[in-house]
């Protein structure tokens, strides 16, 4: 009985001890986004700035109510620096008809993200190189980088290349969830078309190392990234990936491809999708691949693509167990960093396209990321470094080679 009572008497001191921690945890969590380039490397914004009705991503939005993870007032609350928004088109039909439409597409998209940004021109900067990035960060702005996913809009015409490049665009996921003209997709039920990169694929490559686009490997086949990894001059990203060796799914990059990356300068910026954090059960697995496959389709309309968002959106509701946590980022985080260091992991999140991690539910909430990583024993330098500075170094090296 005495016991209990020593027990009873401690608690309160225990829980304003552990109310102070917590406390000086989030304090120093400020300060490292305040003097930090936090960059995120794969953000799908640009999805509800072309379909969603009246979508205004310079106006602040609620995830609750209408699911959306990214806008700019969420980004500054966040303390989220920059991101790079995709220009995405699911693949479609491999006719010259069908390629000018994706270039026609894309070229919308483009246009888009530029509008936006001239629209929030106060608090919102383009940029292009690690140095503009910086220099917008130092003015108290947003930073918009351009990537493209799916490698499709540049259909058999590599001339396309340089207009993206001359309107932003500094990485390329060469396929998506189907092959292309350019490589093969770790995606396409069909198998291999290629056995890796095509020949197209590998003039593509050559061409984004002349000028300056980094080569991304998310959504390859193994094949296609080890072609990769020996076609490309400079370090590449997976722009959003995570790890197999956590996760066994053909989307993540095993533990012998991430070292291959790392040997080359390279980083793997950790996906928050789902499914390739924390591998759900049978049940929910068949459930978010029918829902995901569907959205992804070319010819699924915005209404439709809205409908599946919020059926992915409930599966975390009736089965908490299967949606990964914060922790679960980290740990990803932490694989990589045990394999090949601190130099060659960064954040991919994936929001407005598939990202769904309980504790970051949008931009706003990036923040518990970097107190589980202070939890940890990571440092300020090495939190820097996983948040933006890796990948501002590949971007770095991709437009000094290009300048040679």
């Known amino acids: ?32 986004h305040a003097s930090a380039y936090t960059v995120d490397t794969h953000a799908d914004a640009p999805i509800n700035m072309m379909e969603m009705e009246g979508f205004d991503v310079g106006a602040k939005h609620n995830y609750a109510e209408d699911g959306t993870q990214i806008d700019f007032p969420r980004m500054k609350e966040g303390g989220m620096d920059a991101m790079f928004f995709a220009v995405y088109l699911g693949q479609g039909k491999r006719t010259p008809e069908a390629n000018a439409e994706a270039k026609e597409k894309a070229l919308k ?92 694929g590998e003039a593509c490559i050559a061409e984004m190392n002349r000028l300056g686009i980094v080569v991304d490997v998310s959504h390859l086949s193994d094949s296609a990234f080890y072609d990769v990894m020996r ?3 400079v ?4 722009s959003h990936s995570s790890c197999r060796a956590l996760c066994d799914v053909k989307r993540n990059m095993t533990d012998d491809m991430i070292k291959l990356l790392a040997s080359k300068g390279g980083v793997i910026q950790i996906n928050f999708v789902a499914d390739f954090l924390k591998k759900p059960s049978a049940e929910v697995a068949v459930s978010i691949r029918t829902i995901r496959m569907q959205v992804q389709k070319a010819d699924a309309t915005p209404e439709d693509k809205k409908k ?11 089965y908490p167990s299967d949606v990964p946590t914060v922790k679960d980022v980290v740990n990803h985080i932490d694989h990589v960093v045990k394999l090949v260091g601190i130099d060659h992991v960064g954040i991919g999140m994936d929001m407005d396209g598939g990202s769904d991690v309980i504790g970051v539910e949008d931009v706003s909430k ?5 107190i589980e990583l202070l939890r940890r024993g990571y440092s300020a330098k090495d939190i820097k470094k996983i ?18």
């Open 366 to 370: 990036i923040k518990n990321v970097t």
């Open 231 to 233: 076609l490309s001059k």
């Open 308 to 318: 599946l968002n919020a059926e992915l959106r409930q599966i975390k509701y009736k």
């Open 109 to 200: 998209i483009f246009a888009k993200i530029h509008e936006a940004v001239k629209n929030n021109a106060d608090k919102v900067s383009l940029v292009t190189t690690a140095k503009e990035g910086y220099a917008a960060h130092k003015q108290g702005k947003l930073g918009v980088f351009i990537g493209m996913e799916n490698g499709w809009p540049i259909g058999t015409d590599l001339s396309n290349l340089k207009l993206y490049y001359d309107l932003g665009l500094r990485y390329i996921t060469l396929a998506h969830s189907f092959n292309n003209d350019l490589s093969d997709s770790s995606g396409d039920p069909q198998g291999a078309e290629h056995g890796g990169i095509s020949k197209l």
């Open 1 to 32: 009985m005495k016991h209990l009572y020593t027990l009873l008497f401690c608690l309160p001191f225990l829980c304003i001890a552990q109310d102070k921690a917590e406390k000086r945890l989030l304090k120093k969590a400020d300060k490292i």
């Open 387 to 404: 948040w933006g500075g890796n990948t501002m170094r590949v971007l770095a090296e991709a437009e000094k080679f290009s300048k040679k």
């Open 235 to 238: 370090p590449v990203f997976a």
